[in-house]
């Protein structure tokens, strides 16, 4: 069932989204996992939804009852594959003063929210302990030192396409400083988590992005827990961060891949095409910048012994 907006929001985004896959498979057939759907969640809603395969298979979907993350699985038939999906999503944005917002302590914080304080696969927050006190230590703790060590790491490290693969982690991008939008996310992430602030990786599609980069693609950007719920950022500044279409959520890229092959499989590029629609009379505006903290999670809620300004 669809899950009806609130009635209390006045401004929310539309986008169309369309995302076109195709695989050329061997004749041993192979297993796929795609993460392509978006996400169902109290801001966001999903419409018109469609998916179309080239071939005549079974798939079936499995929805994650706590990130929301929605699942295809299927096994491809030799030949070609081709996988269309095509949804209306509309996104309402829970804005905030970045001033109010304050980290949470430890010993304070939702248990859904433990899972991302930890060292993960390509965020090995326990090697960058020192360099996260170092650089933000001494920051006034909340929004402030969040965007802090977002501003940083996209002064740090250069937006170059086929400069990382999917070996490398946070640490290699520190190094290197060169990566595409999963590793930006991967290293504020880590410092994020250095300082024991919960962050989590999130998947969606680049809306707002400079032509100059490329065609369309799915992005990767990142969500911290402040007050009581997750925040938005884009470390790579590369997208509308009120463009953001949620598709899903993990400790890193590991955990979000929009597709996972068991087999032998040729890939061909994705084509990713999500165009905002403006109404303002139904109250639709186009993604723009702001000065608010943008969150699309209805939040976890206190623990006690904290209390959000």
Avoid at 74 to 80: A, D, I, N, V
Avoid at 91 to 99: E, G, L, M, T, V
Avoid at 178 to 198: E, K, S, W, Y
């Amino acid at each position: 069932m669809r899950l009806q907006p609130p009635s209390n929001h006045q401004t929310r985004v539309r986008l169309e989204l369309q995302i076109d896959l195709e695989y050329d498979i061997d004749r041993y057939g192979a297993d796929f996992i795609f993460n392509i759907h978006a996400a169902q969640t109290p801001h966001q809603w999903v419409d018109n939804e469609r998916l179309k395969l080239s071939q005549d298979i079974a798939h079936t979907m499995h929805t994650d009852p706590v990130t929301a993350n929605r699942t295809l699985r299927l096994r491809g038939e030799p030949g070609t594959l081709h996988v269309q999906y095509n949804a209306t999503v509309d996104i309402s944005h829970h804005a905030a003063d970045p001033c109010t917002l304050r980290e949470v302590p430890v010993q304070c914080l939702p248990a859904d929210t433990l899972h991302y304080l930890y060292p993960s696969r390509y965020c090995q927050s326990d090697r960058l302990l020192r360099l996260a006190a170092n650089e933000f230590g001494a920051l006034p703790h909340g929004y402030s030192r969040v965007q802090s060590i977002c501003n940083w790491v996209q002064q740090q490290v250069s937006f170059v396409s086929n400069t990382s693969d999917a070996n490398t982690s946070a640490v290699d991008t520190l190094v290197t400083q060169v990566g595409v939008c999963r590793d930006f996310a991967h290293l504020m992430i880590t410092l994020c988590r250095a300082l024991n602030i919960p962050a989590r990786f999130a998947t969606g599609t680049d809306y707002g992005a400079d032509p100059a980069l490329g065609p369309p693609d799915f992005h990767a950007y990142v969500e911290v827990y402040l007050g009581d719920r997750w925040y938005l950022f884009d470390p790579s500044g590369t997208a509308t961060p009120m463009g953001l279409l949620r598709i899903c959520t993990g400790r890193d890229a590991a955990d979000v891949a929009f597709a996972t092959i068991f087999g032998g499989v040729q890939a061909h590029p994705p084509v990713i095409r999500a165009f905002a629609v403006e109404d303002a009379g139904r109250g639709f505006v186009l993604p723009h910048l702001g000065s608010q903290a943008l969150s699309t999670d209805r939040g976890s809620g206190m623990a006690a012994g904290f209390t959000a300004p």
